[in-house]
């Protein structure tokens, strides 16, 4: 199964509502708590709002 998101710029391969990385479920997403995400995914996700807290600190 494919999912292609309205929200998804292919030539800057990033997201246009959250304007940053796509990651499909992350915070803020229109997939966010609606889908099973990968341990995979999980971890990428952890990492940016990682780095984004590190960068409001
Ligand atoms: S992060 Fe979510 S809302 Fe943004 S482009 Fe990716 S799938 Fe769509």
Redesign the pocket.
Known sequence: MTFH?Q??DINADA?K??RGE???G?RG???EGRVALSEELEQKIKDLEARMQGAME
Do not use: E, M
Request: hydrophobic letters at 30%; proline letters at 8%; glycine letters at 0%.
């Open positions: 998101c929200n998804y997201c509502k959250l796509c990651l499909p992350r997403c229109v997939l």
